[in-house]
């Protein structure tokens, strides 16, 4: 009786961690940023024009998009920049509800963490890619440990298996120091690499005094949510197995 009440509150917690787990390694809102530069496409058109021009004409090209902000967002698979209302807040904007049609969108999954588009040798180049590996190595292993992890603890309930009780709690549990080591990678990237370089890049030349503002998203927020879930799901499954094989 005891073996099955520490199962369902493992199930229990590790159901909803599992969930926070996928949803953060598919939703791409790990680093929001704004910035009032003005709306990509119009910048990036402009550029050659604007570097040409004297400084006076180069602020009337960056003030005429001010009454509205660009929002980037990003994550394992995409990157995004879309503009947005001033008054809004970042994390509320960035809601699939709120989001517009019109979006700036490149594939972002050889990056998960922000890298400088355009060839290795240009000035803006990101010298983390090194450590931009290991993040991507160690988030598609947190998720292949939590699935992994799940389909074991599902296949001991019917056979009542110490070996798969054993072996699924110690998948939970490296699944979820993996994404704590994962989470503690982007916090480090992000509060010590020049991010104000790497989102505004080329607009940045434009607009050399432009107010930026990144912070954590949404993807973040779950994937620290469903750390411990997993931890003490792993643990408790990891328990059982133990106490099985005790008792058999």
């Keep these: 009786m005891k073996i099955g009440v520490a199962a369902l509150v493992g ?10 787990f996928l949803l953060a390694f598919g939703t791409d809102y ?3 940023a704004s910035d009032d530069c003005g709306w990509f496409k119009q910048l990036r058109s402009t550029a050659y024009t604007v570097v040409q021009t ?5 602020s009337e090209v960056t003030n005429s998009s001010l009454s509205f902000l660009t929002l980037h967002h990003e994550g394992f698979f995409w990157r995004c920049l879309f503009q947005s209302d001033p008054s809004q807040h970042v994390l509320l904007a960035v809601l699939f509800t709120n989001q517009p049609r019109q979006k700036e969108c490149i594939h972002g999954y050889l990056f998960p963490l922000p890298v400088a588009v355009g060839p290795v040798a240009h000035q803006i180049y990101d010298a983390t890619a090194v450590f931009r590996g290991f993040w991507t190595m160690i988030i598609v292993l947190a998720v292949v ?5 799940g389909f074991l603890i599902v296949c001991a309930v019917p056979f009542i298996s110490h070996k798969l009780y054993r072996v699924g709690g110690a998948f939970l549990i490296t699944a979820a120091c993996l994404f704590l080591v994962l989470v503690g990678l982007f916090i480090l990237w992000k509060e010590l690499v020049d991010v104000r370089q790497y989102i505004l ?4 030349r434009i607009c050399p005094d432009a107010h930026l503002e ?5 993807s973040f927020i779950v994937a620290v949510a469903g750390i411990p879930l997993i931890l003490l799901s792993g643990i ?3 328990c059982i197995g133990r106490h099985l094989q005790k008792h058999i």
């Design 11 to 20: 199930g229990l917690l590790g159901v909803p961690g599992f969930l926070c």
């Design 30 to 32: 790990w680093l929001l």
């Design 54 to 58: 004297n400084s006076t004409e180069a």
């Design 145 to 149: 440990a939590s699935v992994t992890g």
């Design 201 to 204: 890049q080329e607009r940045g």
């Design 214 to 218: 990144a912070q954590y998203g949404w």
């Design 236 to 238: 408790l499954f990891y």
